[in-house]
């Protein structure tokens, strides 16, 4: 039995997401593919990206906002229609994978984020990133103690290894009492300010044999929910 053809909704969604990844380096969320395509609800918008995922178009994570991956057939489907052929193509080859390692708390240190889980992965175009993909690493924010950095609970940012920093730096801070926090670094001598850039909270100050730099944040995606 031949596989039923794409409705003129679906093909327009995956016209506008293929479009979409091309200019801006990454998929489109939910709302911004309804209003492109002229779906009011968001429940309408996901149940089309169902069948296309039933059909083998796309890839979805539900836990990541813009969690849509264009699969081969996806390309294929450009090909044969002779549309956005080279826009899928190029989406696809430029997407790179960026292991998301856990939550990390923007507010009080919390116990140290788990360790790296190859299944979970944000998908960023190789031009939106400063530095090389190998190595790096993202971490879902939790808690508003960064806000005034643009950094609000749900985003996630990404971050390079790396163990030393400079003032001012934001980065993802392993503490001796094995726990994690996000905040401004400061090396102030005999002690290490973590600075929130919350006017609502305090700074952390610690000593610097207690503290242990796991990574520099390069990068901050917004999520919306």
């Known amino acids: ?13 995956l016209e506008f997401t293929s479009g979409y990844m091309d200019e ?7 709302r ?4 492109a395509v002229g779906i009011n609800s968001t429940s309408v918008v996901n149940y089309n990206l169902g069948k ?33 052929a080279t826009s899928i193509r ?25 360790t790296y889980d190859e299944e979970d992965a944000v998908e960023l175009s190789r031009s939106m ?14 808690g508003d103690s960064m806000i005034d950095a643009m950094v609000n ?8 290894p790396q163990y030393e920093a400079r003032n001012g730096d934001m980065v993802a801070v392993w503490l001796r009492n094995d726990t994690t926090t996000l905040k401004h670094f400061y090396n102030e001598g005999k002690k ?15 000593d610097p044999a207690e503290v242990q730099i796991q990574g520099r944040v390069l990068m901050v995606l917004r999520q919306t929910h």
């Open 90 to 114: 190029d989406a696809i080859d430029r997407l790179v994978r960026i292991p998301l390692a856990g939550d990390i708390v923007a507010g009080l240190p919390v116990t140290t984020f788990p």
């Open 192 to 206: 290490i300010r973590l600075q929130p850039a919350n006017p609502t909270m305090d700074a952390i100050y610690v």
């Open 32 to 35: 911004e593919i309804g209003k």
């Open 153 to 160: 609970d749900g985003d996630i940012v990404i971050l390079k």
């Open 24 to 30: 801006n380096g990454r998929p489109p969320t939910i």
């Open 52 to 84: 296309l995922e039933d059909k083998g178009y796309l890839d979805r994570d539900p836990d990541v906002s813009r969690g849509l991956r264009l699969t081969q057939k996806a390309r294929q489907y450009g090909l044969s229609l002779g549309i956005a």
């Open 1 to 13: 039995m031949s596989e039923k053809p794409l409705s003129k909704r679906q093909q327009n969604i």
């Open 129 to 142: 990133l400063s530095e090389k993909p190998e190595g790096l690493f993202a971490l879902r924010v939790r």
